[in-house]
């Protein structure tokens, strides 16, 4: 049977203890900090360690917002992930993240979105829960996108950073709260404009690849820019208009969390005050497709968010995709203390006859243990990232 709506009935995030400043930046790549606040609002960002990975930070999150729904890890039907940096290509990061959650039943799966992957997996749970087929959906966007980085590229490496936030969505008999509009968009004519050249069936990893440091994220960034300062407040107000609501009478936006220029001029666009938009990437960075599940999470623990609440979520990324979301909060902000019975350690599943790996990359490890020399300018990796975009396009 449907229920009368789909709510949201718990919510949590994890962040690596391991701060990476923009000092410690500074170090290793020609910027400072001075650059990377005022272009992008960004402080620290937090770098997983090397017993983790996306399914851990993933798990404990889940098993947060399994906590404060109130409900127990076999109650939830479906588990989604969104994440650009899975624990491998297969299995997916979901199926490792329901054993690490305790859940025994659930079906589950990764979706891939890019930044814009919290709001789609939201938007599929919901869809699932809506139909009456599911009744409990555990969203998760987790990332590990430290270890995807060339940290000699400054206009790169000093963007993104590690998490993951959750939530619950569960099918209720009260009517009215959750979802009350949605709007996704993909562009594929930005196919290229942030990607990750190898890896995939168009480039296999080969010694030719991983030299050209292919296997690293590319950015034109400022065609990105550009593409989210445009996008986000069309995809916002697309929502609240299908929710059929105005943009003055949302309490709070919830925005991917990429650059604080481009959450202003979302402001801007839709004639509202900077306080109605939550912003945490000075502490973050860009965690992708986590961030607007960690904003949630910390905007109601925070005291931001109270039942009745008209909230948006909104994110773009890679794809190009954009997704925006505009919900009723409905569930007792209080229960998010819930939250901490749940120790901040997942347990995956190891493969089988796997030897030790070392899952930080050489330099980054430099950079966390503070040495490593600093690199020149203009090196990013040999073949420029047009080279490669002109080779793929060909
Ligand atoms: O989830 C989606 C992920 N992507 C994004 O959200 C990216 C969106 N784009 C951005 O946030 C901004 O475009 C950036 C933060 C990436 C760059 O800021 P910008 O104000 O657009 O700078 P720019 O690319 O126009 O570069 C201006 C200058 C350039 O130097 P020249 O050519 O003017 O001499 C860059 O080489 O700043 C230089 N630059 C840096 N300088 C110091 C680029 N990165 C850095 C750096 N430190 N880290």
Same mark, same amino acid.
């Given at each position: 049977?449907?229920?009368?709506?789909?709510?949201?009935?718990?919510?949590?995030?994890?962040?690596?203890?391991?701060?990476?400043?923009?000092?410690?930046? @500074?170090?290793?790549?020609?910027?400072?900090?001075?650059?990377?606040?005022?272009?992008?609002?960004?402080?620290?960002?937090?770098?997983?360690?090397?017993?983790?990975?996306?399914?851990?930070?993933?798990?404990?999150?889940?098993?947060?917002?399994?906590? #404060?729904?109130?409900?127990?890890?076999?109650?939830?039907?479906?588990?989604?992930?969104?994440?650009?940096?899975?624990?491998?290509?297969?299995?997916?990061?979901?199926?490792?993240?329901? %054993?690490?959650?305790?859940?025994?039943?659930?079906?589950?799966?990764?979706?891939?979105?890019?930044?814009?992957?919290?709001?789609?997996?939201?938007?599929?749970?919901?869809?699932?829960?809506?139909?009456?087929?599911?009744?409990?959906?555990?969203?998760?966007?987790?990332?590990?996108?430290?270890?995807?980085?060339?940290?000699?590229?400054?206009?790169?490496?000093?963007?993104?950073?590690?998490?993951?936030?959750?939530?619950?969505?569960? $099918?209720?008999?009260?009517?009215?709260?959750?979802?009350?509009?949605?709007?996704?968009?993909?562009?594929?004519?930005?196919?290229?404009?942030?990607?990750?050249?190898?890896?995939?069936?168009?480039?296999?990893?080969?010694?030719?690849?991983?030299?050209?440091?292919?296997?690293?994220?590319?950015?034109?960034?400022?065609?990105?820019?550009?593409?989210?300062?445009?996008?986000?407040?069309?995809?916002?107000?697309?929502?609240?208009?299908?929710?059929?609501?105005?943009?003055?009478?949302?309490?709070?936006?919830?925005?991917?969390?990429?650059?604080?220029?481009?959450?202003?001029?979302?402001?801007?666009?839709?004639? /509202?005050?900077?306080?109605?938009?939550?912003?945490?990437?000075?502490?973050?960075?860009?965690?992708?497709?986590?961030?607007?599940?960690?904003?949630?999470?910390?905007?109601?623990?925070? $005291?931001?968010?109270?039942?009745?609440?008209?909230?948006?979520?909104?994110?773009?990324?890679?794809? /190009?995709?954009?997704?925006?979301?505009?919900?009723?909060?409905?569930?007792?902000?209080?229960?998010?203390?819930?939250?901490?019975? #749940?120790?901040?350690?997942?347990?995956?599943? %190891?493969?089988?006859?796997?030897?030790?790996?070392?899952?930080?990359?050489?330099?980054?490890?430099?950079?966390?243990?503070?040495?490593?020399?600093?690199?020149?300018?203009?090196?990013?990796?040999?073949? @420029?990232?047009?080279?490669?975009?002109?080779?793929?396009?060909?």
């Amino acid at each position: 049977m449907n229920p009368a709506s789909v709510r949201i009935t718990g919510w949590g995030m994890y962040a690596p203890e391991r701060i990476l400043s923009n000092a410690d930046l @500074e170090r290793v790549v020609d910027t400072s900090d001075e650059w990377i606040t005022s272009r992008t609002g960004i402080r620290e960002r937090r770098v997983a360690a090397a017993h983790e990975t996306t399914a851990t930070l993933a798990a404990i999150a889940g098993k947060r917002a399994v906590a #404060v729904a109130g409900l127990e890890p076999d109650d939830i039907d479906v588990i989604l992930v969104a994440t650009l940096t899975p624990d491998y290509w297969m299995p997916s990061t979901g199926a490792l993240v329901k %054993e690490a959650l305790g859940n025994t039943r659930a079906a589950a799966m990764d979706v891939m979105a890019a930044c814009s992957g919290f709001v789609y997996a939201y938007s599929v749970a919901d869809a699932y829960v809506r139909s009456g087929l599911y009744k409990n959906a555990l969203v998760i966007g987790s990332e590990t996108l430290t270890r995807f980085l060339d940290f000699s590229d400054r206009s790169t490496c000093i963007l993104f950073g590690d998490g993951a936030g959750a939530v619950v969505l569960s $099918g209720s008999d009260e009517a009215g709260g959750g979802m009350q509009g949605l709007e996704m968009t993909t562009d594929p004519d930005g196919a290229y404009m942030i990607w990750l050249p190898s890896g995939g069936s168009r480039s296999p990893v080969s010694g030719g690849t991983l030299a050209r440091g292919e296997h690293y994220v590319r950015m034109e960034g400022r065609e990105t820019y550009r593409f989210a300062t445009k996008t986000m407040a069309t995809t916002a107000l697309k929502a609240i208009e299908r929710a059929g609501w105005t943009a003055d009478e949302i309490d709070l936006f919830i925005p991917h969390q990429a650059n604080v220029r481009i959450i202003e001029s979302v402001a801007k666009g839709l004639n /509202l005050p900077m306080d109605k938009m939550f912003v945490n990437l000075d502490r973050y960075g860009n965690t992708s497709a986590a961030s607007v599940g960690i904003a949630l999470a910390e905007a109601v623990d925070s $005291g931001r968010i109270k039942i009745g609440d008209k909230i948006v979520l909104v994110a773009f990324g890679a794809g /190009l995709t954009s997704g925006g979301i505009a919900l009723e909060w409905t569930t007792d902000p209080t229960c998010g203390a819930r939250a901490a019975s #749940v120790e901040p350690v997942a347990s995956v599943r %190891e493969p089988v006859e796997w030897g030790q790996v070392d899952p930080i990359p050489e330099r980054l490890r430099q950079i966390l243990e503070g040495e490593g020399p600093p690199v020149p300018l203009d090196d990013v990796a040999p073949g @420029e990232p047009e080279h490669a975009h002109r080779e793929v396009l060909a």
